[in-house]
């Protein structure tokens, strides 16, 4: 008999709490909680089986690994990228559309980042040769440097299934190092 109790008295627990929800809910949209909100709102992405919705999480993957790949602080360079993209008609006699995918890179020499680090160097040398370390600046370095804007861009195709460059993209650079861009459209084509 105390089991069917507590089955019955949990049930009006649980009947209690869904009132209170309820009731709060029904006070808080009288009380104005309905109002629009100054939030803007986030575009709905096209869904996932269409070329757009495709493309939309390609775009995704994209920011994310170049929001990932930026220039180490303290290095003396400030490199930003930013990548868009425009969805073109498909070509005569087919079906499927194509993409261009701009990523476009802005890079400045920062002369407070390269005259600390020049900085540094001296004072890494003195201690390196057990001297006391200066405590005179060194000569300022005087960056004259416009900031340079490139754009590059890689045209997509689709195959019905899933985006892909239309030019493949060499693992490592003229110099030897990883691409950069090959590491971002790695990531950003794999889930597509």
Known sequence: MGTATVFVGSGFARAGIAGAICIALTLSLQMGCDKP????????LPP????????????QRLDSAIETAQAA?????ISERRAYHKLL???????????????ETSRALAPRALNAASQAKR???????????????????????EEQVEVAEFPLSYDGQRWKLVEELKPKAENGLPSTEYILFEYALDAN
Do not use: W
């Open 37 to 44: 909100s100054n939030i803007p709102s986030v575009p709905a």
């Open 48 to 59: 996932n089986d269409t070329p757009e919705g495709k493309l939309a999480r390609v775009m």
């Open 73 to 77: 602080s303290g290095s003396g360079v």
């Open 89 to 103: 008609p498909p070509d005569a006699g087919s079906e499927l559309p194509k993409a261009v995918i701009f990523i």
């Open 123 to 145: 004072e890494a040398e003195a201690e390196r040769l057990g001297e006391e370390a200066p405590t005179e600046p060194g000569k300022p370095l005087i960056v004259e440097d």
